[in-house]
């Protein structure tokens, strides 16, 4: 028998969740609803019960915790594979933050510059980062808070079709470019489209929140556009059109995103901007490019000393930053794990951004995004580096959110900058030039 906390059992009995608990949605690989720090603020849908019907006639048939939009089923985690990975996944994330931090010996160095050598340890590796990506995103979106989580776990995108359509198109003889940004816009309906799904699922259960740490970056989108470039033009890209064919399919998806945002515009998306250590500004990634009035990108810091060395930035398409380095929070089977990325520096930003709806649930995406942005840390090291040029103070946001209810968004932001101040530097030894030997966050394409 699942164990439920006190709390979550007070809340079955009345039929709701805890009073002015923030809604957000984890769109990610999956949650551990069993796991320990997870339970108590489990989001439960109390109009459906596992019983193989759909009670809130939404179309998802025991849809309790969430849904799982990969195999089509209520089961937001697939448990069979608790217990089945190596030791070695665990200690690599150890060794990796000893690294970061010049505290890992010779011999973990070259244990671990090995096994990035190793294929069946990247495979390995590649399953046990799906496993607990969305688990440990999760956590962080909960830390210290009242806010509920829900569980959703991400489509993929089926990328076979796209080149079947283009073996049958390469023997035209209309444009070629013309042929491969046709199909591009194909597929990138097709992705957003899936996308727009699992958005109407989350308004349809008022998510407040939407936390999305996944994307595809340039260097990825070129895995898929150089082949799809050797398919048409059959010989391989320069780095010229290898570059125009990526940005090309980047385009696609920014602009069939809207239809991804726009189908919870009640809800604000808060998304990683990546970790290619590149500019968004000019290279582009899906969906963290997406603008609209309900999203808020975030690029990673370490707690508020430095920019990540991984992560993406862009005066244009990154909004905010927040600590994404060395972050420990849950993972499958009552565990946890310290790991880097933006992926995780989204959820720190989701869990205030659920705070400042709580402290006044009036408040509109747009006005969320507006208090998080203007109640940022202000840090030279930013400002060429996200739009806000700062790291998301989580107090402040929250005063100015309390203060809405009694005077302007406007004024409550420059009120609360008055009233709260920055965030203690924790200064520390860390190399700032030091880049972790390997990104391990799942990228889902």
């Known amino acids: 028998m699942k164990w439920i906390s006190l709390a979550v059992l007070v809340c079955a009995v009345f039929n709701q969740t805890p009073a002015q608990a923030a809604n957000i949605a984890v769109i990610d690989s999956g949650l551990d609803y069993k796991h320990e720090f997870i339970v108590p603020n489990l989001w439960t849908n109390a109009n459906e019960t596992y019983d193989r019907r759909d009670n809130d006639g939404n179309g998802y048939q025991d849809d309790v915790n969430g849904w799982n939009f990969a195999e089509q089923n209520g089961q937001i985690i697939d448990y069979k594979y608790l217990g089945t990975f190596s030791p070695d996944c665990t200690k690599y994330f150890d060794v990796q933050g000893k690294y970061f931090l010049k505290q890992a010996t010779e011999e973990e160095i070259a244990w671990m510059r090995a096994k990035v050598q190793d294929p069946k340890f990247i495979k390995e590796m590649g399953k046990f980062g799906n496993f607990v990506h969305g688990t440990h995103v999760a956590g962080i979106t909960i830390k210290d808070t009242h806010n509920v989580v829900m569980g959703v776990k991400l489509i993929p995108t089926e990328v076979k079709p796209f080149f079947e359509r283009l073996h049958k198109a390469k023997d035209t003889k209309a444009d070629r470019w013309e042929i491969l940004a046709g199909i591009f816009d194909q597929l990138a309906q097709a992705q957003m489209g899936q996308l ?250």
């Open 196 to 445: 727009a799904e699992i958005a109407r699922f989350v308004a349809f259960h008022k998510a407040d929140v939407a936390n999305g740490s996944f994307g595809t970056g340039f260097k990825n989108v070129k895995v898929i556009t150089d082949n799809a470039f050797k398919i048409l033009f059959f010989k391989a890209p320069t780095a010229e059109e290898s570059d125009k064919a990526a940005h090309l399919f980047i385009d696609a998806l920014i602009k069939n995103g809207q239809t991804f945002v726009g189908a919870s515009p009640a809800t604000l998306f808060v998304f990683a901007a990546g970790n290619d250590g590149m500019s968004n500004d000019t290279y582009g990634t899906s969906p963290a490019n997406i603008k609209a009035d309900n999203v808020i990108t975030v690029g990673a810091t370490y707690k508020n000393e430095f920019f990540a060395p991984f992560s993406n930035f862009g005066t244009k398409m990154v909004d905010v930053a927040a600590p994404g380095m060395l972050i420990r929070s849950s993972v499958p089977g009552n565990e946890y794990l310290q790991v880097s990325g933006t992926s995780q520096a989204s959820p720190y930003v989701a869990n205030v951004a659920a705070q400042v709806k709580d402290a006044n649930p009036t408040l509109a995406p747009k006005e969320i995004r507006k208090i998080l942005m203007g109640t940022v840390d202000l840090k030279a090291f930013l400002t060429e580096k996200v739009a806000a040029g700062g790291i998301v103070n989580p107090e402040r946001a929250r005063t100015a959110g309390e203060l809405t209810k009694t005077m302007k968004v406007e004024e409550a932001i420059s009120r609360s900058r008055t009233m709260v101040r920055d965030m203690v530097v924790n200064r520390s030894d860390v190399d700032k030039s030091v880049v972790i030997p390997m990104d391990l966050t799942p990228v889902f394409k």
